[in-house]
């Protein structure tokens, strides 16, 4: 779906409600409001310890105010607070928008989450969140941006080996906010194709923090980088390329985690190779291909709960449960007012996967609608058990409308 959203993206209004500006333009505030509303529902497998009832429904609804300016020649500033209302039905259980739904699960790397329950129900729940809160300076040819902000690496347009600090999950319906991270960030151009990022990533203790180097340079039709630091115990290396031959792209990531002596001290790897290709036909048409391989997923998706990883999982380590994974994306239309895509998820090793089609019908720039439907297949699962990774889903549609102004 991120190709869709890369159409919603550029539709968007490039500035909202201007709130002031200097007479010559060099200084601003501004103000960008989004409304969204999304309505899923969902038809469970047989399986009552993971779904009370086999029919459910969730909604959820986002209002985000986000406050941008140019408080001086060399200096930027990015607010933006969000508030949501979350329902679900009586008895959903996993059905609940699970793994397609925005999570409420804790962003990882924040000082203070700053994401409270303003009020709560049985099957409600209304929360607020302060999702940035960043200023950034320009020093000379390099930028420092310090407090809550969006950071994002790699390659990978489902998966991902190197994005470490706030992935979304492959299935995610919405991915047009990245969860902020509190972070220093500071980036130095080296060169005319060279430059050099430093991120320190806060959590509430050291051991909840990264601290990572990034080198990105290119030349030709090839770019690349290489990442090297500390990742809340583990200590980190990847690397992630991409390369233009003819009419078609190659990119690939790989990823080296030495885990801290508590977790027995092993190397976990993750890798992602992938590829695409564009027609300049019937308004743009993209095929984009994915194989991912996760360390820190298991072997036996039926030993899950027993996986030394699982906390891992949970924490956001890693986008997949089991190691090996495929996906493979067809847009059509993407540039232009009714982009569609098809997309494929699939587990090579249990035959397990989920089948999801996208419709995208972009009015204006403030207004568009988009319907979405997931077909998992594979081996059911066992009382509480999951006998494949994609084969405990279940069948959805979901409904989204978003509003920009």
């Known amino acids: ?159 991902g080996a190197v994005d470490i600090f706030a992935p979304f999950n492959p299935l995610e319906s919405d991915r047009e906010w990245r969860r902020g991270v509190d972070a220093l960030r500071v980036s130095v151009p080296l060169a005319d194709r060279f430059s050099l990022d430093a991120v320190a990533a806060c959590g509430e203790s050291v051991d909840e923090s990264a601290f990572v180097g990034r080198f990105y340079g290119y030349t030709g039709a090839l770019d690349g980088e290489l990442l090297l630091g500390r990742r809340r115990g583990d200590r980190f290396v990847g690397t992630a390329a991409s390369m233009r031959i003819r009419g078609a792209e190659m990119h690939g990531e790989l990823a080296s985690f030495k885990t801290p002596a508590t977790e027995g001290g092993e190397v976990v790897l993750k890798a992602l190779l992938g590829g695409s290709y564009a027609w300049d036909t019937q308004g743009g048409l993209l095929l984009v291909g994915e194989y991912h391989f996760s360390g820190f997923g298991v072997s036996d998706i039926a030993e899950l709960a027993a996986a030394p990883y699982l906390a891992r999982l949970i924490q956001g380590d890693a986008q997949i449960l089991g190691r090996h994974a495929g996906a493979v994306q067809l847009s059509q239309g993407i540039t232009g007012t009714v982009p569609r895509t098809l997309s494929w998820l699939f587990s090579p090793i249990d035959g397990s996967g989920v089948l999801a089609g996208a419709v995208t019908w972009i009015f204006s720039d403030a207004l568009t609608l988009a319907a979405s439907a997931y077909w998992p297949y594979g081996e059911r699962p066992s009382g509480a058990v999951l006998r494949s990774e994609y084969g405990g889903g279940a069948k959805s549609g979901l409904v989204q409308m978003s509003f920009y102004y």
């Open 1 to 159: 779906m991120r190709l869709t959203l890369a159409v919603l993206l550029a539709a968007q209004p490039a500035f909202g409600v201007s709130l002031w500006s200097s007479a010559d333009g060099s200084r601003y505030w501004a103000l960008d409001t989004a409304l969204k509303w999304s309505a899923l529902s969902s038809h469970a497998p047989d399986a009552p310890l993971l779904y009370p009832k086999r029919w459910s429904a969730a909604a959820l609804g986002r209002g985000r105010l986000a406050l941008r300016g140019q408080a001086a020649a060399d200096l930027h500033v990015r607010l933006a607070y969000e508030q949501r209302v979350r329902a679900v039905s009586t008895g959903a259980g996993a059905g609940g928008g699970a793994g397609i739904l925005v999570p409420e699960s804790r962003a990882p790397y924040r000082l203070r989450q700053f994401d409270d329950a303003l009020a709560m129900g049985e099957n409600a729940t209304y929360r607020h969140e302060l999702d940035r809160a960043f200023v950034a300076w320009r020093l000379g040819h390099g930028e420092l941006q310090i407090g809550r902000q969006a950071v994002g690496w790699g390659r990978g347009v489902l998966f």
